[in-house]
C-alpha cells in the first residue's frame, strides 16, 4: 500500500478526493500503455529481424545460384571450341566472362546496385549465352527511367528465364523487351518476351528462383511483382517499385555529395 501512495504522489493525484479507486485506475492505465508499448516494439523488432534474415537466406541463394559450377564449365567448354576455330573470338568470349565474373564478385556484398549495374550484367549474360550456344537473342531496351535501385541479378533472372524456356530465338520475330518509366507513384519495369509462355498456376514448380527474386524485390523494395503468362503468346512480368526516397539512386547521390 505505501508503494502505491507513492505512485499515487508521483502523479499527483491526491487520493482522499478523487479516490482510491480512481488513483490506482490511473497506475493500472499508465502501466498497460507501458507494457503495451513494451510489447509492440519487441514485436516489431522480431519482424525486423525476420525479415532481414529471410533476405539474406534468399540473396545467398540465388547468389550461388548465378556463379554455379555447371554455368562455368559450359562457358570454359565454350572457350576451348571457340579458340579452335577464332582466336580473335576467343579472346572477346574470355574478356567477356573475366568482367561478368568480376562483376558478380563485386557485387556480391551489396544489398542493392544501380538499375544501370544490373542492365549491364544482364547485357553481359545475353551476350556470353549468344556466342556460347552459337544463337541470337533479340533482347531490346526501351529505358525511359534509370535513377533507381535493385538487388543484384535480380531482373536478370527473369531475364535468363525468357532466353532458356521462352524459346524466343525459334520464332521470326521473336524478342525479349526491357522496359522502364515512371509514374507519380511508381517506377515500373517492365520484362517481356513473345515466347512459347507457360501456365502461371505452376510456376512455383518451373521457376524456384522466379519466385525467390519476386520475395526479394518485395522485401528489399517493398514492390509488387505481377507474372502473367500465356500459352504461345509469352510472357510479361511487371515490377513495380514504389518511388520513395531510399529507392532512388540521385536521393543517396545527393546525400554522399
Known sequence: ?????QIADILKVETYGVGLFYAFSI????????????????????????YEKELKEL????????????????CLNAVQNIYHENL????????????YLRNHVSHFRKPLISFEEELDGIDGFVRLEEMKCSIHYNVEY????????VPPFSLQVFVENSIKYARTESKEDGEIVISTRSSNENIIVIIKDNGVGF???AIKNLSCGMMNVKRRLELSLSAKVLINSVIGTGT?????????????????????G
Open 88 to 99: 580473335e573470338q576467343g579472346d572477346n568470349f574470355l574478356n567477356l566472362l573475366s568482367k
Open 142 to 149: 526501351d529505358v525511359e527511367f534509370m535513377d533507381f535501385y
Open 236 to 256: 510479361t512480368i511487371t515490377i513495380l517499385i514504389p518511388i520513395t526516397e531510399t529507392n532512388l539512386l540521385s536521393f543517396k547521390e545527393g546525400l554522399k
Open 27 to 50: 497506475v493500472i492505465l499508465y502501466i498497460s500503455i507501458y507494457v503495451y508499448f513494451i510489447f509492440s516494439n519487441v514485436k516489431r523488432a522480431l519482424k525486423s529481424y525476420e
Open 199 to 201: 501456365d502461371p498456376k
Open 59 to 74: 540473396e545467398s541463394e540465388v547468389l550461388m545460384k548465378q556463379i554455379n559450377p555447371h554455368f562455368l564449365f559450359n
Open 1 to 5: 500500500m505505501e508503494l502505491f501512495f
